[in-house]
């Protein structure tokens, strides 16, 4: 089987629209959330949340490009442009495009575009919407504007499996490549739900946090949402070193399971399948692992079921382990999460460091490993997996190694 390196990473997320910009904050520890400000309601239940600051997006389309864009594309298409920079690859040339795929992962769509129209029609009685409302707001929107930006001719969809949509599509990514069944990829996730309509219908779950997130934490309250995105480049290794790409990193292994249980409480036993499932994959022992980013949300549910999965595959190696929620900082970008998450890892691998978990007050007897609270710790890691547990019992979980 083919070695899968990744070679391009770009990224719009609430701690810098860079790769070096977000390692630099997860290095201070400095946390993003923070007063809501896309929505002016005094209704709104959960007024904090992790907004990507001045964005705008007329310095990286034309405006008459924006009325096909939601807020989800426009971020998924600067994202991918960075990361296909750096890679090099051009997918126009050659034929590349022909061999090459484009999997995205987001849960909900253009959300922004749909409580838009929403507002227009049942608040304010127009009687019609844009015609390019649907194109704009499917959810498959991001990754089609992927593939005709750079010429991805290949295979292209977008996975939606809630809170775990990037991880699974990365993985497919990873797997596609690793089987020869196409030579370069442009994969990753993507995620705006900034809206009025959107944030009540999570305030209705009541596990929004009223302050701030706390994963881990005998004190927390709940998750608090963010937005963003993260694209990667994958290709084959033995191609990436031929035509001298710098490596980033080494995609290792992908595990998935389903709970088959509840449709929104995590189960220990379904996430340490995917665990279990990833490392055998990756044909590594469980000790060889040094870094876990968690999913980490900072419920009560998901922390401590979590905690057990991780005891219950890795052992007496878990107190060894050191686990971050960067959720702590950037929040919980949905469908996107995953895919930030994973450009976190990569930077804490490359710059020798373990993110935090930031805002952590005080230990919880269910949630007993090495957290990382508060403050980076300089590390070397050689192997890390980051972990996705979404509503809907769906798992997936991807290893990486420096």
Request: charged share 20%; with cysteine; proline share 5%.
């Amino acid at each position: 089987m083919n070695r899968v390196v990744i070679t391009g990473l770009g990224v719009v997320t609430p701690l810098g629209n860079s790769a070096s910009e977000l390692s630099a904050a997860l290095k201070a520890g400095r946390s993003a959330i923070g007063p809501v400000t896309q929505i002016a309601n005094p209704d709104l239940g959960p007024k904090v949340g992790a907004e990507v600051r001045g964005f705008d997006p007329l310095a990286h389309f034309p405006e008459n490009k924006l009325s096909l864009l939601d807020r989800s594309s426009q971020m998924a298409l600067v994202a991918a442009r960075d990361a296909v920079k750096q890679s090099g690859l051009d997918f126009k040339s050659n034929g590349l495009g022909l061999r090459s795929a484009c999997i995205i992962g987001t849960g909900v769509g253009g959300m922004t575009t749909l409580d838009d129209n929403f507002q227009n029609l049942y608040g304010k009685g127009a009687r019609r919407v844009h015609p390019f409302t649907i194109p704009k707001m499917m959810i498959n929107a991001p990754g089609a504007h992927i593939t005709m930006e750079h010429g991805i001719q290949g295979p292209s969809f977008t996975v939606a499996s809630a809170c775990a949509s990037a991880n699974h599509a990365m993985g497919v990514a990873f797997q596609m490549l690793r089987s020869g069944a196409i030579q370069a990829a442009v994969t990753g996730g993507a995620e705006c739900v900034f809206t009025y309509g959107t944030l009540k219908g999570w305030e209705a779950l009541r596990v929004m946090a009223p302050d701030t997130c706390r994963p881990f934490s005998k004190d927390r309250r709940g998750m608090v949402l963010g937005e963003g995105a993260a694209m990667f480049v994958l290709e084959e290794r033995g191609a990436a070193q031929a035509r001298g790409a710098e490596i980033l990193g080494e995609i290792i292994g992908f595990g998935m399971s389903s709970d088959a249980s509840d449709i929104v409480l995590p189960s220990a036993e379904g996430a340490a399948r995917a665990i279990a499932s990833c490392l055998e994959d990756a044909r590594i022992r469980p000790d060889a692992v040094q870094y876990v980013n968690a999913h980490g949300t900072g419920t009560a549910a998901n922390d401590s079921t979590e905690t057990k999965a991780l005891h219950t595959v890795f052992g007496e190696h878990a107190k060894k382990l050191m686990v971050s929620s960067t959720k702590s900082m950037h929040g919980h970008a949905l469908g996107g999460a995953a895919a930030i998450e994973l450009a976190a890892t990569i930077a804490a691998l490359r710059d020798g460091f373990v993110p935090p978990t930031a805002n952590y007050n005080e230990p919880d007897p269910q949630c007993d490993l090495d957290y990382v609270p508060n403050e980076a710790r300089d590390a070397k890691a050689e192997v890390a997996i980051s972990n996705s547990f979404a509503f809907g019992g769906h798992n997936a979980v991807i290893a990486v190694r420096r």
